[in-house]
């Protein structure tokens, strides 16, 4: 039923009722549900469609309200680089294009060929992990477009950290059934694996665990990932001095988490301790500690360690009452 459509007796789907009926004025009933409608903008059944011409219909086919004030509602990155301040957070939302290109951690979109190192030998979980949630946070913007995530592993890597886990990459919001494994005997075979998936543009994004010692071969993977239009993260061990053709350079490093917020003494959300060793327009050597959002998929500075302050304070507290 729809009773306040323009053009009169023409916008009706359900003759009125009462006084309406007999030509009279709206009842204050009436008046009053058609004020609420206007302002939620909606129309009373959305079962039929709108009346051609009504303002204001949020489900109107001529313009979206999202496409209206897009730049407006989309929430800022909590990574960016302003000159001189590498951990400045406070960006005015809009100009998406300016927040793509000063933010970090968005060059991992690119296509393109990215390194990331770990920081030391016990770390190389933690870079695989940060790796993971790095294409979990590209498949959350891309509001799961269809398409397929090449993961490419050498025999050795799976014996020495593990091979890929279903429920654990459901625990960072991503689909099994997205990845298409490749586990080779040769760094040589993955590398080929790697390469041919990038030249097929058929991928969303590309994983490789992979020692890569030949640094022609890191070039052609660079330039078959930008060929691709496919991002590319190259995993690397701590000893690794930087492959040519890389667009950036991370050095991943595991910190402990914080608390869990519905438990003091469980762990937190994964938190890494990211290095920039290398950033077209940015400086290298900065630095970030932070941790995985399992609600937004997505990265965010890490708070203070709370609990950390408070044994220190303590621990300063008692060493006064010593010394007094």
């Known amino acids: 039923m729809r009773n306040d459509g323009p053009g009169g007796a023409e916008g009706w789907l359900v003759p009125p009722a009462g006084v309406e009926r007999a030509g009279g004025a709206k009842s204050p009933i009436e008046r009053l549900r058609t004020r609420i409608r206007a302002l939620e903008r909606v129309p009373v059944s959305l079962a039929f469609p709108p009346v ?69 030998y016990r770390d190389a979980p933690a870079a695989l992990a940060f790796a993971l949630a790095v294409i979990s946070q590209g498949l959350a913007r891309r509001n799961a477009a269809p398409g397929l995530v090449l993961w490419c592993l050498t025999e050795r890597a799976g014996h020495e950290w593990g091979r890929p886990y279903g429920p654990g990459l459901m625990g960072l919001g991503l689909d099994p059934a ?20 990038l030249k097929s543009r058929a991928l969303i994004a590309a994983l490789g665990q992979v020692e890569i010692k030949v640094p022609l071969l890191a070039r052609r993977l660079g330039l ?40 003091a003494s469980a762990p937190g959300p994964p938190c890494w301790q990211l290095t920039l060793e290398r950033c077209r327009g940015i400086a290298a050597e900065r630095s970030w500690t932070v941790e995985w959002s399992d609600a937004s998929y997505d990265f965010r500075l890490a708070a203070p360690f709370v609990h950390r302050a408070a044994e220190a304070g303590e621990s300063g507290a008692s060493s006064r009452a010593r010394t007094g």
């Open 178 to 197: 997205r990845f298409l494994i490749v586990e080779t005997r040769h760094a040589r075979d993955a590398a080929w694996a790697l390469e041919e998936g």
């Open 224 to 263: 078959a990932a930008k060929a691709g239009r496919t991002p590319c993260l190259l995993l690397s061990g701590h000893q690794a001095t930087g492959l040519p053709g890389t667009l950036t350079r991370w050095r991943v490093g595991a910190v402990a988490s914080n608390p869990a917020s519905f438990d």
């Open 52 to 120: 051609p011409g009504t303002p204001g219909l949020a489900c109107s086919l001529s313009s979206s309200p999202w496409q209206e004030d897009e730049e407006a509602i989309e929430p800022p990155h909590p990574l960016f680089l302003a000159e001189g301040d590498p951990l400045a957070i406070a960006k005015p939302p809009h100009a998406k294009a300016e927040r793509q290109e000063n933010s970090p951690l968005d060059r991992l979109k690119q296509d393109g060929l990215h390194e990331i190192k770990a920081a030391a």
